[in-house]
């Protein structure tokens, strides 16, 4: 960002601080970018980084009376960024959510042979997956992982969609694995 950019920035957030809401459109403006950018980096999903990107900028305007004139009105807004991704990150592993993988890591203590079944039944899993529709995969996909979901469809509306999917799921699962 250039100089004259990040002077700018200075001038809008100093401006918001002081309860000037009109600077409120040019600051986000400026500053979403950057906000983007680094939380794209940082989480490596763009759904996930838009999410935490967004929430970045509303914990920017929530906390506006902490904002020092005297400091770099990027770094603070990055700082407040990088806050918000590291805390995404830290519930994501509370919540142990992990890929499917042959390298996951709840398999780490486990003997050669356990490890060897549950990477077996992970690709079998996957060969089931890969046999349906693509809007199922999707959907059951979306079920284990929330921010995939789209939010405008009802929860009723996504529940009978995930029992439709898991249906699907077994019938698929049953002719290739079951005699």
């Not at 400026?30 to 983007?36: D, E, F, L, S, T």
């Not at 509306?157 to 002719?175: D, G, H, I, P, S």
């Amino acid at each position: 960002m250039r100089a004259a950019d990040r002077q700018a920035l200075n001038v809008w957030l100093s401006q918001l601080a002081d309860g000037d809401r009109d600077a409120f459109a040019p600051f986000y403006a400026a500053a979403w970018p950057a906000v983007r950018a680094l939380t794209g980096r940082m989480l490596r999903d763009d759904v996930l980084a838009d999410d935490a990107a967004q929430q970045a900028m509303v914990d920017v305007f929530a906390r506006i009376e902490a904002f020092d004139p005297s400091r770099d009105a990027l770094a603070w807004t990055l700082g407040v960024a990088t806050w918000r991704c590291r805390t995404l990150l830290r519930s994501q592993g509370r919540r142990r959510e992990e890929a499917l993988d042959d390298h996951s890591a709840a398999y780490q203590g486990d003997s050669p042979e356990t490890m060897a079944a549950a990477a077996e039944e992970r690709q079998a899993l996957r060969d089931v997956l890969a046999t349906l529709a693509p809007d199922d995969a999707a959907t059951l996909l979306a079920s284990v992982q929330p921010h995939l979901r789209d939010p405008e469809l009802a929860p009723a509306t996504f529940r009978k969609r995930v029992q439709r999917a898991m249906n699907r799921l077994r019938a698929a699962w049953r002719l290739r694995h079951d005699p």
